[in-house]
């Protein structure tokens, strides 16, 4: 392989990876706290729609983000309560917020351009892929890793605080408590559906951003369902990465370049069939999940947060 | 989860895909006998798609326009292949359509089984090869405004690479490959064509991605057999040229998009629904080409040198006058073997079964 190939493997599995990032975090915190939020694919839909029917009309991406933000958040806001508040069975909620979700982003798609017609193919504002100094005259690395859109590095950033915040600080503790044994953690004086609430509506923020960059920064356009399936992903990459945020990177890497990695292998002209590379981070993500069901040892360590999908009310004995 | 939530979870989703069939079904209205004709479409992806499915609206549009008051349409849009089409097809007949035009291949069985239980009703099966005594097939001969647009790719590539975006390996694929190579071949003997499949009709996402790596490659012009823009949009930003397909894509994306192979259903649709007016609707197969209209080149982008489109002038009309097709030889296999020696051309049902490359195309046919 010579360097300039490996760099555009680089370049490609990074811009891939970080919309499927941005959806896996926010379903990490989500169900770490205990919530199981199956709507990721409807609202990385709507996601997508507003930052760009935003984006488009205010003339700023930034402005089109902080809507996909917003909008992801209120769609969460939702789930949590249904979740927490009604006491409602989340994996249908999940699901509902899903349907709805694709159909409401699908109606806008096709209303939400100028006078009322379709979004499809208008040019907007857009993320473009900036090269930052001197980091990206490293090579191959350089180029790679330091010549993206302002949305991929902003993932630099949150990934490591993310993964402080969830390990190294107290509020990170009361969460992981909330989700693990809500019980002891109300006993302790955490707000137990406060925080649930909290760590809900910032998954759906995030999960807004890695709508965001679908159409801001990897397509810069809308389409209709610009997502094809990849909220699904980011959920068995949950499993995949065990909870945990650094261990979810390889996940989204390997989900997000594996397509790039075969397309050009064709291109190039050689023949690995293609539904076999495809099948390869779904075997992984199987072989993880029955490895942490059957062995009890890994379960107990790298396991799904004990409270996950079950409603939390003080006087019931869990 | 314990076992007892899921089962819950499980109830509770069976209620929900029930309570969303219901709501589906719920348009039903009682009919008032009219004298209108009504026709309905089903889609597989939504008008506003700018390709497959916006060819098949402009042409309804143009049904309604021509027709008026003899005929009122419906559209249901986004209907899945599979099981979902059957119902989807079953609804628009209860809800009164005379006439009922579908148009993906993958909905020919459902298409068949509900037009066995409806004789009154007309059937219209696009792209497949089942009929029935009230079900008939249609589809286009794309392969030949392909090979024009071949010709004007062959000419203007300077790397004398060309990179293919296309869907799955089947034979309307294959032929369009096909079809686009020999017209590459035809004006640049030294030109290749690589093929990227990407397994799917529509992923804006996987098509931009399977254009790029084509560019990474070399290739300056992306020739494209998918439902979206996005191929077209991956070149346009890294400077290179474009092929679009389905629709006029440069009213999308801009003049690096040079023509598109485009469907013109609407003369089809008139024509049918005025058969089935008048009653003299028959059974039959429809494969039309540049002659009768219902396949076109989009106009040439400005980019087209005099001499190109002059060049693709004369081979439009030797193929309209039918003296001349894509698939008269000689033509050699992608191996260098003679396929079609001189003189000979393929019949339709060959075709219709096409499974092999042409000279000139890289890639592979085995999945």
Known sequence: ?318 | MTLKTLWKSAALLMVLALAITACGGGQAEVEEPSEELKVAFIYIGQPGDLGWTYEHERGRLMLEEELGDQVETVTVPDVPEGPDAEKAIRDVVNNGADVVFTTSFGYMDPTLTVAEENSDVIFEHCSGFKTAENMSTYFGRIYQPRYLSGLVAGSMTEANLIGYVAAFPIPEVVRGINAFTLGVREVNPDAEVRVVWTNTWYDPVKEREAAEALLDEGADIIAQHQDTTEPQKAAQERGALSIGYDSDMAQFVGDTVLTSPIWNWGTYYVDTVGKVIDGSWETHQFWGGLADGVVELAELSPRVPADVASKVESEHTRIVSGEWDVFCGPINAQDGSVKIADGECMSDGDMLSMDWFVEGVVGTLEE
């Open chain 1, 1 to 318: 392989m010579t360097e300039a190939l490996i760099v555009s493997i680089l370049i490609i599995t990074i811009r891939a990876g970080t919309s499927l990032l941005y959806a896996t975090l926010g379903e990490i915190y989500t169900e770490r706290v205990g919530i199981l939020n199956l709507g990721v694919e409807g609202i990385m839909m709507m996601g997508a729609a507003t930052a760009f029917a935003v984006s488009y009309h205010s003339g700023s991406a930034w402005i089109g983000l902080l809507g996909a933000v917003l909008v992801g958040g209120l769609l969460a806001l939702i789930h949590a309560f249904l979740s927490n508040t009604m006491r409602a069975d989340q994996v249908v909620s999940g699901l509902a917020l899903t349907i709805f979700g694709t159909g409401l982003a699908s109606f806008m798609g096709q209303r939400l351009g100028p006078g009322g017609t379709t979004m499809v193919g208008l040019q907007g504002p857009k993320f473009v892929r900036t090269p930052l100094p001197l980091l990206s005259d490293i090579p191959i690395l350089g180029p790679s890793f330091f010549n993206q859109d302002v949305l991929t590095y902003g993932l630099y950033l949150l990934l490591p605080l993310l993964w402080f915040f969830l390990y190294r600080t107290q509020p990170g503790l009361h969460l992981r408590a909330v989700g693990e044994k809500p019980l002891a953690a109300d006993a302790m004086g955490v707000p137990v559906i406060r925080t649930r609430y909290i760590y809900t509506i910032f998954g759906g923020m995030l999960m807004g951003v890695a709508g965001a960059h679908l159409s801001l920064g990897y397509l810069q356009g809308w389409a209709d369902n610009i997502t094809g399936g990849r909220g699904w992903i980011a959920i068995a990459l949950v499993i995949f990465a065990t909870w945990d945020p650094l261990r979810a990177v390889i996940g989204a890497m390997l989900f997000g370049g594996i397509n790039a990695i075969q397309f050009r292998m064709q291109a190039a002209g050689t023949t690995i069939p293609a539904p076999f590379l495809n099948m390869m981070p779904y075997i992984f993500t199987i072989v993880v999940l029955v490895i942490i069901t059957w062995w009890e040892a890994i379960s107990k360590r790298l396991g799904a947060p004990a409270a996950l999908g079950l409603p939390y009310a003080r006087e019931e004995k869990h």
